[in-house]
């Protein structure tokens, strides 16, 4: 090829393979936006004690799987079973007290029955001079403190004699007691809230654990999610429901599909213990990253992911800058 005519069409052709190529890149910037600053998240638990003992087993280890209600950790359950026992027995005792009760009330309610009868045959008599005066004053004291009974006995049965001892008051209360006992000591047993993967196991059998001192984590299995923290100014077209592809540095060569499920309100700042003070004369503008939540679409025989994996994440917007606007299929838009 002579030489003037190769050079001609370098000149000519080279600019437009650069032309389209910038084209290319600009497109495909406009309408996927990516990022390497994502993580695997998974749900997970603190697993504590709801009441403090000394631990008598522990038969689970380090990064074992666990199935719901396994049993995680036991403790000693003397001191709540002889607590169920007291209660146990004060049930009894607060069961017969009341169907005493409910029986003197009988007694003395047919009692008082009978003096008011000789008090009423006792006036009559008085008028006419048949018994003397105070032998009706000492029926009339006798019935007054029958009275006095009956009334303190009703009180005693919360002012209903005739409910079953099952409803009275003080039933209820000792049973109350008794459940709580007993709830108590289920506790001395400590079980897997869901399925999952323990970790964190660093207790031993002999230790002494506290009410509400977290002793294992578990990660749940199941449902797994990739947090993304894009840039502020990536997030300009990106909405719920755009499809998302996602690799995780695990597994390369591995792409799962899911969704923008959802958009934090706030930049990761707005939420940090100490968030920036930016009315201070020292601000410097930074851009922020704020947090997208994606779903994935995880299918059987997929590789295992595990809380905290690093990932690459790629939205595709479906915006063309071409036309200035997005295609139908890009999901639900910001209202």
């Given amino acids: 090829m002579n030489p003037r005519l190769r050079r001609l069409l370098l000149m000519v052709?080279?600019?437009?393979?650069?032309?389209?190529?910038?084209?290319?890149?600009?497109?495909?910037?406009?309408?996927?936006?990516?990022?390497d600053n994502?993580?695997?998240?998974?749900?997970?638990?603190?697993?504590?004690?709801q009441v403090a003992?000394?631990?008598l087993s522990v038969p689970v280890v380090q990064n074992q799987s666990v199935s719901e209600g396994q049993v995680l950790l036991t403790i000693?359950?003397?001191?709540?079973?002889?607590?169920?026992?007291?209660a146990n027995a004060n049930l009894d005792t607060v069961r017969n007290q009341i169907q005493a009760q409910q029986a003197s009330l009988i007694g003395a309610q047919a009692h008082a029955a009978y003096l008011r009868r000789e008090v009423d045959r006792d006036t009559n008599l008085v008028k006419q001079d048949v018994v003397a005066a105070s032998k009706l004053d000492d029926m009339k004291t006798q019935l007054t403190v029958a009275e006095q009974q009956i009334a303190q006995?009703?009180?005693?049965?919360?002012?209903?004699?005739?409910?079953?001892y099952t409803q009275q008051a003080t039933y209820k209360q000792a049973l109350a007691a008794r459940d709580d006992a007993s709830l108590q000591l289920s506790y001395a047993t400590l079980k897997a809230p869901a399925a999952g993967v323990v970790t964190e196991v660093d207790i031993k059998p002999g230790d002494i654990v506290a009410t509400g001192h977290p002793v294992f984590a578990l990660v749940m299995s199941g449902k797994r999610w990739v947090e993304a923290n894009f840039k502020e100014t990536q997030l300009t077209r990106v909405h719920v429901g755009q499809k998302v592809?996602?690799?995780?540095?695990?597994?390369p060569g591995h792409t799962w599909q899911g969704s923008v499920e959802s958009i934090a309100p706030g930049t990761g700042s707005v939420f940090s213990v100490l968030p920036a003070q930016n009315a201070t004369g020292n601000w410097v503008k930074v851009v922020q990253r704020i947090p997208v939540r994606i779903a994935l679409d995880?299918?059987?025989?997929?590789?295992?992911?595990?809380?905290?994996?690093?990932?690459?994440v790629n939205i595709d917007t479906h915006y063309n800058p071409l036309f200035g606007e997005a295609s139908a299929d890009q999901g639900t838009p910001p209202n």
């Fill in 53 to 55: 003992g000394r631990v």
């Fill in 13 to 35: 052709a080279l600019p437009i393979v650069l032309v389209i190529a910038g084209l290319w890149y600009w497109v495909h910037s406009s309408r996927y936006q990516d990022t």
């Fill in 76 to 86: 000693d359950a003397a001191p709540f079973q002889i607590a169920l026992d007291q």
């Fill in 298 to 312: 995880q299918a059987q025989g997929e590789p295992d992911l595990r809380a905290g994996m690093s990932a690459e």
């Fill in 38 to 49: 994502a993580y695997v998240v998974a749900d997970q638990v603190n697993v504590a004690p």
């Fill in 245 to 251: 592809e996602v690799e995780v540095d695990t597994y």
């Fill in 153 to 164: 006995i009703k009180a005693s049965l919360n002012g209903n004699p005739d409910l079953p």
